[in-house]
């Protein structure tokens, strides 16, 4: 019943440290713990109950590889194991009580195609099969056993470009691109499907696009009441929640919540 949103852009600061909850039984947002580590333009993924932040900037803009972990129960954040790179704009998510990062840009803003998965029991990290496509900006959500990584940017393009990481054999595979470029989109997924929010082309979007796993093609789901260039997505129950992200012009609180079909 809880949504959760930290660090960022926000208040002036170059990187916020702040962490926010929203209850949606209550309907009502609570400042918890700050971050150990004041971050914007991190990577997060939720594994084994605890929602871990990793890379990013800090408040010198200096690219980060360290990485934390947020436990609910306890409103408090842990270190752990810095990354092996250092990476900004990369994307994150968990499946099987593992943590995996994709991509990015590295201290040199380097495009990164580069795999990395975390083990939260022996606090290591170990290099996977590298993405076929480098790229930064890229927004990731687990589908079974896989993780689908959609869009991003390379060089000073937007991309449509989707990819799949098969956690189990490690391996890639190619899906049907997006109709659209969309970097700094978020996703997620809800009853076996994936959907990919706002974002950004040359301009911010404001579309929600559904995959469908059964027919392997996307469809126009939706369509936000505001835009979201860069915020987060997660599901709780049968609701899609959106939160934050940027407009284009500055950063901005706007919260939204969906209905998906079923």
Same mark, same amino acid.
């Given at each position: 019943t809880r949504f959760a949103v930290f660090g $960022?852009? *926000?208040?002036? +600061? !170059?990187?916020?440290?702040d962490t926010f909850?929203?209850?949606?039984?209550?309907?009502t947002w609570q400042v918890k713990s700050a971050m150990l580590t004041a971050r914007s333009a991190l990577c997060s993924a939720l594994a084994?109950?605890?929602?871990?932040?990793?890379?990013?900037?800090? $408040?010198?803009?200096?690219? %980060? =590889? #360290?990485?934390?972990?947020?436990?609910?129960?306890?409103? #408090? @954040?842990? %270190?752990?194991?810095?990354?092996? %790179?250092?990476? /900004?704009?990369?994307?994150g998510a968990g499946v099987s009580d593992q943590v995996y990062?994709?991509?990015? /840009?590295?201290? !040199? @803003?380097?495009e990164l195609n580069t795999t990395e998965?975390?083990?939260? /029991? +022996?606090?290591?990290w170990t290099g996977m099969a590298a993405m076929p496509t480098p790229r930064f900006g890229a927004c990731a959500a687990a589908l079974g056993s896989e993780i689908v990584v959609v869009g991003g940017t390379q060089g000073n393009a937007a991309l449509s470009v989707v990819e799949a990481y098969d956690t189990v054999t490690n391996? @890639?595979? #190619?899906?049907?691109?997006?109709?659209?470029?969309?970097?700094a989109g978020m996703a997620t997924t809800y009853n076996g499907k994936l959907y990919v929010f706002g974002g950004y082309e040359s301009a911010p979007l404001v579309t929600v696009y559904r995959y469908e796993p059964g027919t392997n093609g996307w469809v126009l789901h939706s369509v936000l009441q505001r835009?979201?260039?860069? $915020?987060?997505?997660?599901?709780?129950?049968? =609701?899609?929640?959106?939160?934050? *992200?940027y407009n284009g012009i500055e950063a901005h609180d706007r919260f939204q919540v969906m209905t998906p079909q079923l």
């Open positions: $960022g852009f *926000g208040g002036g +600061q !170059n990187a916020a440290a909850v929203y209850d949606s039984t209550a309907n084994a109950g605890r929602l871990y932040a990793l890379g990013g900037l800090d $408040g010198n803009f200096d690219p %980060q =590889k #360290s990485v934390e972990s947020y436990d609910p129960v306890t409103d #408090s @954040w842990t %270190q752990h194991a810095d990354m092996p %790179q250092a990476r /900004v704009y990369a994307a990062v994709f991509g990015g /840009v590295d201290e !040199n @803003w380097a998965r975390y083990d939260p /029991v +022996q606090d290591t391996t @890639w595979r #190619s899906l049907p691109s997006l109709p659209v470029r969309v970097a835009d979201h260039i860069g $915020g987060v997505a997660g599901v709780i129950g049968t =609701k899609v929640f959106i939160a934050g *992200g």
